[in-house]
Each structure stands twice: as C-alpha cells, then as structure tokens.
C-alpha cells in the first residue's frame, strides 16, 4: 500500500515538474512568433491599402466618365439649339446661340462663344448678360447685327471676351487638354467634334462627340 503511495506521489510529482518546465516560452520561441506576427501584419496591411488604392482609382474613374457625360450633355444642348457656327480655333467656336427675336438676323447679344481656358482647366461658355436694370442704351449699343463675314472673323470672339456683360459659364471642370473642329467644307457646316481628356494624363480617359445644329441659318450664309 505504501509502494503504491509513494509511486502515486512520485508519479505526480514529476508530472508537475515537467509542467512548470513547459509553462512558460522560450527566448527563440518568442522571437518567432512576434517575427510571424509581424510578418502577417505587414501583408494584411499591405493588401488594405492595395485594396484602398484601387478603390480609390476606380472612384476616381467612374467620377470622370460622369463629368465627361455631364460635358458633353452640355455641348449638345448648346450646339443643337444653335443656328451658325462663326470664328473658331483648336480651342474656341464661336456661335450664334438662337435667333432669340425671330428677325433673322445675326445679333451680338445672341452670340456666345465655347472656349477651353488652360490656366484654370475649365471648358467655360461665354455669352452675353444683360442683368435687370441694366440701362436700355446699353443694351441697345451691344445689340449690333453682323453679316456672315464678320461673324466669322475673329474680332467677334475678342469682343465676348473683353465685354463687362460677358457671363462665363463653366461646362466641365479638370479638363487637361481640349480641342475642337468643325466637320464639313465651305460654309454649310454644320457639326462640330470635341475632343477632351478630364481629370488625369491618360488617354484611356480621352472622350470624343461629334455634335451637330438642329435647325442650321443657312439662308444667312453668303
């Protein structure tokens, strides 16, 4: 019987013996597990911000193909309604909005120009505001009339630019490169091409409309 005790006593002792050498870790053993931990750190934080970074670019993306959609939503309103197309470079038309009186003639106040200004990245509409109580001598100075000639020459476009009453409208923000033509030869033009980066250097995010008048003046052309 007191055999078998002092087996029982041994046997637990040396059970609780090898447990306290086992309770705690070793130096090594904790240099590889913070160096595991540290490890699996790095590749999760690396694959958030991965992840984060594509999210961002393809929010940034869908942002600029809305822009572009919104500009050239703009650019048909504006070119469709219109009657004539004057003075124009690789960065302006200028163009005759609409025969707002109905007495089939050219006015100044009914002109209005489409410019890409690139010291502030916008693509602007300028044209002619009167705002109320604006003086009728005013109004009727500016209210000239030109012949097909002198609307498309380039005088017309520097008096919108210089004109107190200009109103300058922005069609589209972030616009790093525009150009702009007419399609068509002579006189009886009547469709436009824009072509236009938004936002980025990167010709994946390059967008073309080919716009054209609904209702051309060509009874005005000579």
């Not at 130096?27 to 958030?48: D, G, K, R, S, Y």
């Not at 010291?119 to 002619?128: C, G, K, R, V």
């Not at 109580?133 to 012949?147: E, H, K, L, S, W």
């Not at 967008?207 to 000579?222: C, K, R, T």
Request: aromatic letters at 10%.
């Amino acid at each position: 019987m007191r055999t078998m005790e002092r087996t029982q006593a041994q046997t637990k002792h040396g059970f609780l013996r090898f447990a306290c050498r086992r309770r705690g870790l070793t130096l090594v053993e904790l240099i590889l597990a913070m160096t595991i931990t540290a490890m699996a750190c790095t590749a999760v934080a690396a694959i958030m911000k991965a992840t984060a970074n594509t999210w961002e670019a393809n929010q940034q993306d869908d942002e600029t193909i809305v822009s572009a959609r919104i500009a050239i939503k703009r650019l048909r309103t504006i070119v469709a309604d219109a009657k004539l197309f004057g003075y124009s470079t690789s960065s302006i038309l200028v163009l005759w909005a609409g025969d707002a009186n109905g007495n089939f003639q050219i006015e100044y106040s009914e002109c209005a120009m489409i410019q890409y200004d690139p010291a502030t990245d916008q693509l602007q509409l300028l044209d002619i505001y009167f705002p109320p109580g604006t003086p009728q001598g005013d109004i009727d100075a500016r209210n000239v009339t030109f012949t097909f000639a002198d609307f498309s020459a380039s005088q017309l476009a520097t008096l919108l630019e210089a004109d107190s009453y200009i109103r300058a409208r922005t069609l589209a923000d972030n616009v790093v490169s525009f150009t702009v033509s007419t399609i068509g030869q002579g006189s009886y033009v009547r469709t436009a091409m824009f072509s236009f980066r938004l936002g980025q250097d990167d010709p994946s995010q390059q967008f073309d409309a080919a716009v054209s008048m609904h209702s051309p003046a060509y009874y005005l052309v000579e």
